[in-house]
Nanobody, 117 residues
Framework: QVQLVESGGGLVQFGGSLRLSCAASGNNFPINAMAWYRQTPGKQREWVATITSAGRTNYAGSVKGRFTISRENGKNTVYLQMDSLKPEDTARYYC???????????WGQGTQITVSS
């Protein structure tokens, strides 16, 4: 079983920046794709960004150009640098990971981001 632990959430003003981290641990199989999702109360969880083990990245249109996903493969850690934050980015952000690039079954507990206007 893989455990994902997110950190770095908090309160930030409109236009500010935050960096989220997520560390994976728990078994000896390599982590391939890692991703971030976000969710607000009453809404479905929304995909934000993905990075594969090869370093290929994809972003949701709503965050492209403002958020940057990166990783440290040796540490099975993924980051989400969030710049130019907007109130609509307020959500609980979840880390997601898997041993392949197409099946990501592991989830963290989430970390709250609140952007004030």
């Amino acid at each position: 079983q893989v455990q994902l632990v997110e950190s770095g959430g908090g309160l930030v003003q409109f236009g500010g920046s935050l960096r989220l981290s997520c560390a994976a641990s728990g078994n000896n199989f390599p982590i391939n794709a890692m991703a971030w999702y976000r969710q607000t109360p009453g809404k479905q969880r929304e995909w934000v960004a993905t990075i594969t083990s090869a370093g290929r990245t994809n972003y949701a249109g709503s965050v492209k150009g403002r958020f940057t996903i990166s990783r440290e493969n040796g540490k099975n850690t993924v980051y989400l640098q969030m710049d130019s934050l907007k109130p609509e980015d307020t959500a609980r952000y979840y880390c997601n990971a898997g041993h392949s690039d197409t099946y990501l079954p592991y989830w963290g507990q989430g970390t709250q981001i609140t952007v004030s206007s």
